[in-house]
Structures are given as structure tokens and as C-alpha cells.
């Protein structure tokens, strides 16, 4: 079982920027998917943004060309650099990783964050 432990989160006023890392706990399978999803109180998880391994990215309409998604395969680390924050970006902010087996997909998740953003 992987874990995966996000770090990065608090609070910013309007305007400012934030990264946000998400570190799995071992090597991590080469074919996978790794993403940022966000939830806020009384709304259901979306994505944020997701990167494949092959450094393959999109984004929520939302947060394009604000936020920037990367990956450090040899530290098994992803980030969310965010910029340009918006009240509306308050939310704990959930670190996923999918990985395949043949035809079976798997989905782990952190514990999620808290980025709260203040006018």
C-alpha cells in the first residue's frame, strides 16, 4: 500500500501563491497517474489537475493558467503550484495517485490539506 503525505497548506491573502507537495511513501509503479483534487464545504471532490507519467497535464478549467502541475520521479513527489489565489481556491486541497495492473486501476489518497484563501 502507498502512502501519500501532502505538505504545503495554510493560509494566503488574495492574490498570493502557495506550492503544494505530495510525497509518496516508495517507488511508485512507472505507469501512472498523479493528481490534485480539491474539496470545500458542501461541494464534492473535483479535480484540480493530474499529470500522467508521461509528463501528460490538464487542468480545470477553473485554475488554468494559475496553477501548475509537476512531478520529481526520483523523489516520488508531485506539485501544485499555485498562484493568483482566489477565495474561491479555499478548500483542503487531496493528493491522488493511480496506478495500473494489467486491466485493474488503483486509487490512493492522502489525508488532504487545508489552503485557505482570505480576501
Known amino acids: 500500500q502507498v502512502q501519500l503525505v501532502e505538505s504545503g497548506g495554510g493560509s494566503v491573502q488574495a492574490g498570493g501563491s502557495r506550492r503544494l507537495s505530495c510525497a509518496a511513501s516508495?517507488?511508485?509503479?512507472?505507469?501512472?497517474?498523479l493528481g490534485w483534487y480539491r474539496q470545500a464545504p458542501g461541494t464534492s471532490r473535483e479535480l484540480v489537475a493530474r499529470?500522467?507519467?508521461?509528463?501528460?497535464?490538464d487542468y480545470a478549467d477553473s485554475v488554468k493558467g494559475r496553477f501548475t502541475i509537476s512531478r520529481n520521479n526520483a523523489k516520488n513527489t508531485v506539485y501544485l503550484q499555485m498562484t493568483s489565489l482566489k477565495p474561491e481556491d479555499t478548500a483542503v486541497y487531496y493528493c491522488?495517485?493511480?496506478?495500473?495492473?494489467?486491466?485493474?486501476?488503483?486509487?490512493?489518497w492522502g489525508q488532504g490539506t487545508q489552503v485557505t484563501v482570505s480576501s
Open positions: 491522488n495517485l493511480v496506478t495500473w495492473v494489467i486491466a485493474t486501476s488503483y486509487s490512493h
Open positions: 516508495r517507488n511508485i509503479p512507472s505507469i501512472n497517474e
Open positions: 499529470i500522467t507519467n508521461r509528463v501528460t497535464a
